[in-house]
């Protein structure tokens, strides 16, 4: 069992900066891959990055690439999405998850998520 907590959504202005956490618990947590997704009003689920157990594999989708990247700490548990150069339409609840074996985009593929944390750009 692994459980996510995410952190750090907010309020921010477009050109702005936040910079996602997510918090697993679970003893064997270095051995998941991790995805950040986000689904905003009215809109299907959609992925935004993803790492791989050992931090070595990164891909970003092509509407973040260059402004986002994901990282991750394995001592800490924990899963970072640095986010730049923000804009209206990154608006959105964000999700982390988690999943055992290799990195995939597609969601329904991830066994455990996070709550889900609000971020919202103004213009």
């Known amino acids: 069992q692994v459980q996510l907590v995410e952190s750090g959504g907010g309020l921010v202005q477009a050109g702005g900066s936040l910079r996602l956490s997510c918090a697993a618990s679970g003893r064997t947590y270095s051995s998941y891959a991790m995805g950040w997704f986000r689904q905003a009003p009215g809109k299907e689920r959609e992925f935004v990055a993803y790492?791989?157990?050992?931090?070595?594999?990164?891909r970003h989708a092509e509407s973040v690439k260059g402004r986002f990247t994901i990282s991750r700490d394995n001592a800490k548990n924990t899963v970072y999405l640095q986010m730049n150069n923000l804009k209206p339409e990154d608006t959105a609840v964000y999700y982390c998850?988690?999943?055992?074996?290799?990195?995939?985009?597609?969601?329904?593929?991830?066994?455990?998520w996070g709550q889900g944390t609000q971020v919202t750009v103004s213009s």
């Open positions: 998850a988690a999943k055992l074996g290799t990195t995939t985009d597609h969601p329904g593929e991830y066994t455990y």
């Open positions: 790492i791989s157990w050992g931090g070595g594999s990164t």
